[in-house]
């Protein structure tokens, strides 16, 4: 089992930036690959990044690239996700999620949710 925690989100002009962490508790967490996801309101779930257990192998969505950076530190038990140049379109609740995904951006694959985090940019 690993429970998920999110923190970091809130309200940030355009252009700005925002660290989002989810603290995981669990003995397992090292080995699950972990990602990030956001929906915003009228919308599905939407991939973000993701990272290998190893933390070697990294895949982002398009529309972040250049922008997000998804880390993490297993000795902490915490994955990260640096947000820069904020646009209004990044506006959602943002998730994260663990598990052993065969398709790493399909969130359906992911076993473990935590509860989400606002992020809010304005223009």
């Known amino acids: 089992q690993v429970q998920l925690v999110e923190s970091g989100g809130g309200l940030v002009q355009a252009g700005g930036s925002l660290r989002l962490a989810c603290a995981a508790s669990?003995?397992?967490?090292?080995?699950?690959?972990m990602g990030w996801f956001r929906q915003a309101p009228g919308t599905e779930r939407e991939f973000i990044a993701t990272i290998s257990w190893t933390g070697t192998t990294v895949y982002y969505t398009d529309s972040v690239k250049g922008r997000f950076t998804i880390s993490r530190d297993n000795a902490k038990k915490t994955v990260y996700l640096q947000m820069n140049s904020l646009k209004p379109e990044d506006t959602a609740v943002y998730y994260c999620?663990?598990?052993?995904?065969?398709?790493?951006?399909?969130?359906?694959?992911?076993?473990?949710w935590g509860q989400g985090t606002q992020v809010t940019v304005s223009s």
């Open positions: 669990g003995r397992t967490f090292s080995t699950h690959t």
């Open positions: 999620a663990a598990g052993f995904p065969r398709t790493w951006s399909l969130a359906a694959d992911y076993n473990y």
